[in-house]
């Protein structure tokens, strides 16, 4: 059956082209808009799925670092630490700014700001470079890095106040903006506010103690939200699947619909087209089973010939687009 519908579609090479090829660039078009989907998801939520936390403090109805406003006392740390069971308790600020580079203002930036003592809600991703940072310095997400041609040792200027880039990290890009990682002192400095933090960000002497140690500490601080990483890292999921996401999941569901009509639109041509043919075969005493077999076998072959070409084209072109387009999350 396959030979047969595979001879049909070759007696119009130049339909057959045309029909894969509108597949193909479907197919690597869906791949794309899910592959952003994905890869935004990703950025956004995989600092707090590896920061070395276990429970997250903030002001009340503040659930994430993404979307929602918190101020906290940075001395609650140390009450925080006095807790049983809590190894280290320490402030993170976190500061939406811009930056300025050679003149140039950027895009938006999450700064993140942690203790450098205990370095609780350092980055864990930093590819090159080092998180020990001293006052000044600063890590970048490595979209931000390349879209503004940075390097190790870069200036820029946030606020007024001058920094030098001290790592790069990876897996730090939300699409609409990028993570940065700084001193507490020094965004303090830019914030103009001394002792105030937006979250206490808390290690445990034993990771299974969470529920019990977070139970002591809204005993303690109940005009506080207390949330345990697990948790806290849903609670990013669901806000990174609640904006722009939703979105690109539609785009790349609905490309795949119109995919679906170009198969069909072929279908529909080729039956038109070789009526004579199934004439013919229907004369020699092929059944309407058989018929429909072959029909069915070039839309298996069109269509698998068109996700190869498809996902070959998607491939090939990641590299390309990661290149022209630093802050593309892919």
């Avoid at 995989?46 to 936390?53: C, F, H, L, N």
């Avoid at 939200?225 to 722009?244: K, L, N, P, S, T």
């Avoid at 020699?284 to 498809?310: D, E, K």
């Amino acid at each position: 059956m396959i030979p047969v519908a595979r001879r049909l579609l070759l007696r119009n090479r130049g339909g057959w082209i045309v029909t894969v090829s509108g597949i193909a660039a479907t197919v690597a078009l869906v791949l794309f808009l899910f592959a952003v989907h994905d890869g935004a998801k990703d950025g956004s939520t995989r600092y707090v799925r590896t920061a070395d936390v276990d429970i997250w403090v903030s002001q009340k109805n503040a659930d994430n670092i993404l979307k929602s406003s918190s101020f906290l006392r940075a001395s609650n740390a140390e009450e925080i630490a006095e807790i049983d069971g809590v190894a280290v308790a320490s402030p993170l600020a976190r500061l939406i700014t811009k930056a300025t580079i050679h003149g140039r203002r950027s895009s938006t930036i999450f700064v993140l700001a942690f203790d450098p003592e205990t370095k609780v809600g350092a980055p864990k991703t930093v590819i090159d470079g080092s998180t020990d940072l001293k006052p000044g310095e600063i890590v970048l997400d490595r979209a931000f890095i390349e879209t503004y041609d940075l390097s190790i040792g870069s200036p820029l200027e946030i606020q007024g106040k001058h920094f030098r880039v001290a790592g790069v990290s990876d897996g730090t890009n939300a699409l609409v903006a990028q993570f940065g990682f700084a001193r507490l002192d020094d965004a303090e400095d830019l914030l103009g506010l001394k002792g105030l933090a937006s979250f206490i960000v808390v290690r445990l002497k034993h990771p299974a103690d969470r529920a019990a140690v977070a139970r002591r500490i809204r005993e303690k601080f109940p005009d506080l939200a207390v949330h345990q990483a697990q948790d806290f890292i849903r609670f990013h999921e669901d806000e990174a699947d609640a904006g722009i996401l939703p979105v690109f999941f539609t785009a790349a569901a609905f490309g795949a619909v119109v995919c679906a009509f170009i198969v069909a639109l072929m279908l529909y041509n080729s039956v038109l087209e070789r009526r004579e043919d199934y004439a013919t075969l229907k004369a020699f005493g092929a059944s309407q089973r058989y018929l429909l077999r072959i029909v069915v076998g070039q839309a298996l072959l069109v269509t698998a010939a068109g996700c190869v070409l498809g996902g070959l084209i998607a491939a090939a072109l990641t590299p390309l687009l990661r290149e022209a387009v630093p802050a593309l999350a892919i």
